[in-house]
């Protein structure tokens, strides 16, 4: 099935990317390196690199046309500036119709709204356009600024789970949190 690769918001663009943004991609990556290293896991040496980039692009692109991965990239409107990513992972159909949501947004463009903005769509995406029933997101403690951006969202927190993800090197806690389509609705 076909989905289209281009969404926008009032100041946003998300895309699903093909390979030949792998230099925006890596951009994005080396100038955000210090900033997102703290919230994510350690990365393999050639991360910072074109062939990286190209070939996780090929990989994501791929999946993304198997139904089983969607990333978009967020993109400025003002500037067509890549300024971050929601990645959509463990997409599972059937009976299930479930993901496991995560994302990042570039230092300089945090306290915007920006994230907020891009996931509030991303949502409304996978419920009606890839006809998913929930979405999970497992955030760790001291994000504050992901813990604001859930609640402004209305997810559910749903639980705590002790040592859930490998963080820069160390088994962290992470509070898990859900929505799911017609949530809120009477």
């Given amino acids: 099935m076909f ?3 281009i969404y926008e918001t009032d100041r946003l663009y998300l895309r699903i ?5 792998f230099r925006q ?16 896991p350690k990365r393999p040496r050639d991360f910072y690199t074109a062939a990286y980039q190209k070939r996780q692009l090929r990989y994501e692109y ?16 003002e500037d067509k ?3 971050g990513n929601i990645c959509l992972s463990n997409i599972v159909m059937g009976n299930f119709k479930s993901c496991f949501m995560g994302y990042k947004l570039d230092n300089d463009e945090i306290n915007k709204g920006y994230m907020t903005e891009a996931i509030r769509e991303v949502v409304q995406i996978m419920f ?3 006809g998913l ?4 997101v497992n955030i760790l403690p001291r994000n504050v600024r992901s813990l604001r951006v859930m609640k402004k969202l209305n997810f559910e927190q749903e639980g705590y ?3 859930y993800l490998e963080i820069n090197g160390k088994w962290e806690d992470h509070i898990h949190f859900a929505t799911y389509s017609g949530y809120g609705e009477n």
């Fill in 133 to 136: 029933h929930r979405i999970e």
């Fill in 62 to 77: 791929n999946m993304f046309k198997s139904n089983k991965f969607v990333r978009f990239w967020i993109f400025k409107k």
């Fill in 3 to 5: 989905r289209q690769t």
């Fill in 17 to 21: 990317l093909k390979f030949n943004y």
């Fill in 25 to 40: 991609v890596l951009e994005y990556y080396k100038r955000n390196h210090n900033f997102l290293k703290e919230w994510e």
């Fill in 128 to 130: 009606k356009d890839f």
């Fill in 161 to 163: 789970s002790k040592r």
């Fill in 81 to 83: 500036k890549l300024i």
